[in-house]
């Protein structure tokens, strides 16, 4: 008598089988938390470099504009004496300072009788409110 009934498979090849399937599920979840946690570490050095940027950015502490007077201007500069002069250009001279706060400053005297001078102080006062870094006297 024959039948169609196939032999049944050796315990062996059923084995072998389950662990090809569990080794590739234990690598395919081994490569996962690889990947996550490179994910996760460059996650984390760049938020890390976000905050060090932002705490950085405030380096220069907020100043007031100082108010000097003209006298304590021309204290400074020794009556806008020849040694200290800096030097001169088509539009004036400058001259350095110390207030009597000890600070030095640098003193840009107009020849306002030129024209373009008026606009060169427009455009240097336009400066210095923009970058906030420098004593703008007008007289």
């Known amino acids: 008598m024959s039948t169609n009934v196939s ?3 050796p315990i062996a090849t059923h084995r ?8 590739f599920v234990f690598i395919l979840l081994g490569t996962l938390a690889l990947i996550l946690s ?3 570490a460059y996650a984390f050095v760049r938020y890390r470099r976000k905050d060090k940027v932002q705490i950085g950015t405030d380096l220069l502490p907020i ?10 201007i021309f204290e400074a500069t020794n009556g806008y004496s020849e040694s200290n002069l ?9 001259y350095s300072g110390t207030l009597r706060s000890g600070k030095n400053v640098a003193v840009k005297v107009f020849n306002m009788q030129l024209q373009k001078a008026i606009k060169s102080f427009e455009v ?3 400066c ?5 870094t ?3 006297v007008n007289s």
């Open 134 to 136: 420098g004593i703008s």
């Open 63 to 72: 100043t007031t504009p100082l108010r000097v007077s003209y006298y304590e």
């Open 7 to 9: 032999p049944c498979q």
């Open 16 to 23: 072998s089988k389950r662990k090809t399937i569990l080794r």
């Open 86 to 94: 800096l030097g001169t250009g088509s539009f004036g001279s400058v």
């Open 38 to 40: 490179v994910i996760f």
């Open 124 to 126: 240097e006062c336009e």
């Open 128 to 132: 210095c409110a923009t970058f906030a």
